[in-house]
C-alpha cells in the first residue's frame, strides 16, 4: 500500500500555506520532493509592481510574472475592461462561431502586427500558438500540392515551448532529453551564441529548400537559453533567404512581443514580415492565458476550400479566443499606445544598460551581459560546476524584495515595462549587493 500523502497534509495549520501548498499542487518546471525547502513565495495580492506575500512582504516583480506583465498589476483600465467584459459574457465557442470582443481585438491587432493581411487563430498558450503554426505550415504545402515539405529549420539553444511539437522544434537539454523519443527530427542549426549562425542557417535554407515546410526562429532574443542576443541585420538576411527559396517564415515572438525590446514585435526591428508569427505572454498585460497564430492572408487563403474538404484546418482548443482574455487584450493594446509604452521602455532600458555597465559588468563573478530592450542577461561565471550561483544569487534578491528567476547561471531581469527610474536602481541594488554575497570569496 502506498501512503497517502495528501490526505496527510490537508487540514493541517491553515496559515501554513507552503505546506498546504506542497501537498495539493504540483508546480511546473519545479522538484516537488524539495519544494517546500526551497522558500517558495506564496503570493496573496499585488500593487503596481510588486507582489505581495501571506507573510505581508513586498516583491518587486522583476521577471514580469514568468515574462508576461507588461504595465503592472492591479491596471484600472484593465480591471474595468475586464468586469466589462463579464457582465457581457465570460467566453463562447470560436469553433463555427464569433464573438464581438474577439473580432474587435483580431481588428486591432491587424494593424500593428509586421504580417500581411493578417488572420489570427487563437489559442491561450505559446507552446500551442507554436504547434498551430507547426501544422499549419505542414499542411499549407499539402494544400498547395507541393510534395516532400515535411521538415522544419530550428536555431540551437531555441525554446518554443514544452508540448511535443513545440518542443521538437526546440534545443532540448539536460531537462527535456527524456522526451527525446517523442520529438520529431528537425533541420538544426546553430543559434545566436554563434556569430555565424545566419549565414550557416541561409546556407541550410538553400541546400534543404526542397523539404522545409518552414523556419521557425525566436527574432533578436533567444530568451529562454539565457537571452542569447543577435543583430536585426542577421535575422533579416535569414528572412530574405526563406523569400528567395520559398520556405515560410515563423516568428515565435512569444517573449518578445508587445514591447520587451522596444518595438512593438521584435520582427520590426528587423525588417521582416513572416508568413506566420506566434503571439502568448504579454499579449493580455499578464492578465489571462491567451495566444495566437497569425497567419498571412498568402498562407490563409491555401485553406479555403469546400465545406469539410480537406483543405479545412482541423485545430481548435476549447478556451481559444476567451472573452474575457480578449477585451483585456485590447483594453492592453490601447494602453500600449496610450501611455506611450515603448518610449518609456527605451529610457529605462538606456537607463538600465547604463547601470548595468558601471556597476555589474565590472564585478569579476559576470562574464556577459546581454540586453535588447527590457529583456536582459547576466551571465556568471562560476569558477566550477554545482555552485548554482544563479540561483543563490537570485535567492540574494528575493531576501532584499526584488523577485528574480535565474536560467542555470544567467540571472534573468525582465521587469514589468512600466517599471519606474527608482525601481530600475532597486532592482539593480539587490543584484549588485546578492552578486557580492554569493560570489566574494
Ligand atoms: C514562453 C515561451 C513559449 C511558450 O509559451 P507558454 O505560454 O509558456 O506555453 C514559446 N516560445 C517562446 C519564445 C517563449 O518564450
Redesign the pocket.
Known amino acids: 500500500m502506498t501512503a497517502d500523502r495528501t490526505s496527510d497534509r490537508i487540514g493541517s495549520d491553515p496559515s501554513d500555506w507552503v505546506g498546504r501548498d506542497a501537498a495539493v499542487v504540483w508546480h511546473g518546471f519545479t522538484q516537488m520532493g524539495v519544494y517546500a525547502e526551497n522558500a517558495p513565495l506564496v503570493i496573496d495580492r499585488a500593487e503596481g509592481r510588486e507582489l505581495i506575500d501571506v507573510d505581508g512582504r513586498r516583491y518587486l516583480d522583476a521577471i514580469s510574472s514568468?515574462?508576461v506583465n507588461t504595465l503592472g498589476h492591479g491596471v484600472p483600465e484593465l480591471d474595468a475592461a475586464l468586469m466589462a467584459q463579464a457582465a457581457k459574457v465570460a467566453h463562447s465557442t470560436m469553433l463555427g462561431n464569433g464573438n464581438t470582443v474577439v473580432i474587435e481585438l483580431a481588428e486591432a491587432l491587424a494593424g500593428v502586427v509586421p504580417v500581411d493581411n493578417p488572420h489570427f487563430l487563437f489559442a491561450a498558450?505559446?507552446?500551442?500558438?507554436?504547434e498551430q503554426a507547426l501544422k499549419i505550415a505542414f499542411q499549407y504545402w499539402v494544400n498547395r500540392g507541393t510534395p516532400g515539405r515535411t521538415q522544419f529549420l530550428a536555431l540551437g539553444d531555441a525554446?518554443?515551448?514544452?508540448?511535443v511539437g513545440?518542443l521538437s522544434l526546440g534545443d532540448g537539454g539536460v531537462f527535456s532529453a527524456v522526451f527525446d523519443p517523442l520529438c520529431f527530427p528537425v533541420v538544426r542549426t546553430p543559434g545566436y551564441a554563434d556569430p555565424g549562425w545566419s549565414a550557416k542557417a541561409c546556407a541550410a535554407v538553400e541546400a534543404h529548400a526542397g523539404e522545409l515546410a518552414a523556419v521557425v526562429i525566436?527574432p533578436l532574443v533567444?530568451?529562454?537559453s539565457g537571452m542569447l542576443c543577435t543583430t536585426p541585420s542577421d535575422v533579416r538576411a535569414l528572412g530574405e533567404a526563406c523569400r528567395a527559396h520559398d520556405v515560410l517564415l515563423v516568428c515565435?515572438?512569444?517573449?518578445?512581443g508587445f514591447g520587451r525590446t522596444g518595438t512593438l514585435f521584435a520582427s520590426e526591428q528587423c525588417g521582416i514580415r513572416p508568413d506566420l508569427m506566434?503571439l502568448?505572454?504579454g499579449i493580455t498585460g499578464g492578465y489571462l492565458?491567451l495566444?495566437a497564430t497569425v497567419a498571412s492572408d498568402e498562407v490563409f487563403a491555401s485553406f479555403l476550400g469546400p465545406d469539410l474538404g480537406p483543405q479545412t484546418f482541423f485545430h481548435g482548443h476549447s478556451y481559444g479566443g476567451n472573452a474575457l482574455a480578449a477585451a483585456v487584450a485590447l483594453a492592453h493594446l490601447r494602453l500600449i499606445e496610450d501611455w506611450d509604452v515603448l518610449a518609456r521602455v527605451r529610457q529605462r532600458a538606456s537607463q538600465l544598460a547604463g547601470l548595468l555597465q558601471s556597476r555589474i559588468a565590472p564585478l569579476g563573478a559576470v562574464a556577459e551581459i546581454r540586453q535588447r530592450g527590457l529583456m536582459v542577461g547576466v551571465e556568471l561565471a562560476p569558477p566550477g560546476p554545482g555552485l548554482r550561483w544563479g540561483r543563490r544569487v537570485c535567492a540574494g534578491a528575493v531576501a532584499r524584495g526584488v523577485l528574480l528567476r535565474p536560467l542555470g547561471d544567467v540571472v534573468v531581469l525582465m521587469p514589468p515595462l512600466t517599471i519606474t527610474e527608482d525601481e530600475i536602481v532597486r532592482m539593480v541594488d539587490a543584484l549588485e549587493e546578492s552578486v557580492r554575497e554569493v560570489t566574494s570569496p
Open positions: 514568468l515574462w498558450d505559446g507552446a500551442v500558438a507554436v525554446y518554443h515551448g514544452d508540448t513545440s525566436e533567444q530568451g529562454a515565435d515572438e512569444v517573449a518578445t506566434c502568448g505572454k492565458a495566444s
